[in-house]
């Protein structure tokens, strides 16, 4: 066994049921691992508090939506394009920078999403989008765009984050995938019900109970880190589970201080497999994972396993994660508890916090400057 696997094994005995408690907590001062383990209670938190959300009745008219949010706090946009992109009416937009796109007016919705409140490129956005005349609501969980929202009188989901004890926007994804489809459901563009609410907080529990810590036996998100070595890691999905894929890699990025990032079928067909060749070195640096569904259309299955073989070819390493649930829907909330799971562990067996972001913490305050 090579220094490399041995280090990953020895590190791995740490995951095991006899877990050792202590260690994970001088790792994890901020507690991200309960904040994992509540994604299920975050959901049935803001659903309880907000499932009578109301909005103005002219909000029902517009004819397109952005949703402006940066890194964590965008996820939720991104996962509705992809999950419900074949039921809604009107088209929607995800905005990560400081600018609306010229189309925005009065007949568009912006929904401003910041976990912290504090974003400065979303109150850039929420600033814009004041001018603009366009219909406004915000997401936060206080800050500066609670009190613009209150100031402006602008309808607001402002939610406490108990079931979030490490306060870390990444790590509370049910709250602000929720209140946007919250939002989005008083459109009448999607359909939620209290049954598939609670249907989605059962996968939730379920796989956060199946990927924990004292869990070895199945325990997939953990095995996975045995393949990962030092290789940097690129998600694979399409159709339902495309969001999942950058969902995975933004917290493989942050939480797992791992060089990520994904690609969607089938568009990686086009370009990405002539890539493989050079440099050498990809052979030993690169791990693909395909987010794998039985629910994808036949094209999408064979071409993921046209796309492993010609990795296969050319000596590039993959691993799969394939979906145990039978809905789409379900199965996007099974991954994005996988995805939390598999960058926590990445942390772990690297001994590093997986809360501190030491660089954009520094990028901020040079900015600030």
């Known amino acids: ?98 600018t609306l796109p010229a189309y925005a007016n009065e007949k568009t919705l912006v929904i401003i999403c910041s976990y912290s409140g504090n974003t400065e490129e979303t109150l850039s956005v929420l600033a814009e989008a004041k001018m603009n005349k366009t219909k406004i609501v915000t997401i936060s969980s206080g800050g500066d765009l609670a009190k613009k929202s209150k100031t402006l009188k602008i309808p607001n989901i402002i939610f406490s984050s108990e079931n979030n004890p490490s306060a870390i926007p990444r790590v509370g994804l049910g709250y602000s995938i929720f209140a946007l489809k919250i939002i989005l459901a008083k459109l009448d563009q999607i359909k939620l019900t209290n049954q598939e609410v609670k249907n989605i907080i059962e996968v939730a529990d379920k796989y956060a109970r199946k990927f924990g810590v004292m869990i070895e036996q199945g325990n997939v998100a953990k095995k996975m880190i045995e393949e990962t070595s030092e290789r940097s890691m690129w998600f694979v999905a399409s159709e339902h589970l495309s969001a999942n894929a950058h969902i995975a890699a933004n917290q493989t990025n942050e939480s ?97 916090n997986p809360s501190a972001i030491p660089y954009v913490d520094y990028l901020k305050k040079e900015l600030r400057k």
């Not at 005995?13 to 994604?39: R, V």
């Not at 939506?65 to 706090?73: I, N």
């Not at 990405?272 to 794998?292: A, Y």
Request: with cysteine.
């Open 1 to 98: 066994m090579s220094v490399e696997k041995e280090i990953i094994k020895i590190n791995l005995n740490h995951m095991k049921k006899k877990y050792d408690t202590q260690k994970i907590k001088k790792l994890d001062p901020q507690n991200m691992l309960a904040s994992l383990e509540l994604f299920g209670k975050q959901i049935e938190q803001i659903w309880s508090e907000f499932h009578s959300f109301k909005l103005p009745v002219d909000y029902k008219q517009v004819t397109n939506v952005v949703v402006a949010g940066m890194g964590g706090s965008g996820l939720g946009g991104h996962l509705i394009k992809s999950l419900y992109k074949d039921k809604m009416t009107i088209p929607v937009e995800v905005v990560s920078d400081y």
């Open 256 to 352: 797992g201080k791992r060089f990520a990032g994904y690609f969607l079928l089938p568009e990686m067909n086009h370009h990405l497999l002539e890539g493989m060749f050079f440099p050498v070195s990809n052979k030993k640096n690169i791990l693909f994972i395909f987010l794998e569904s039985d629910l994808y259309s036949t094209k999408i299955k064979k071409r993921i396993q046209i796309t492993k073989n010609i990795l296969k070819k050319n000596g590039i390493k993959y691993e799969s994660y394939i979906c145990e649930e039978k809905d789409k829907i379900l199965q996007a909330y099974e991954i994005m508890v996988f995805g939390g799971f598999l960058s926590f562990y990445l942390a772990m067996a690297k001994n590093i």
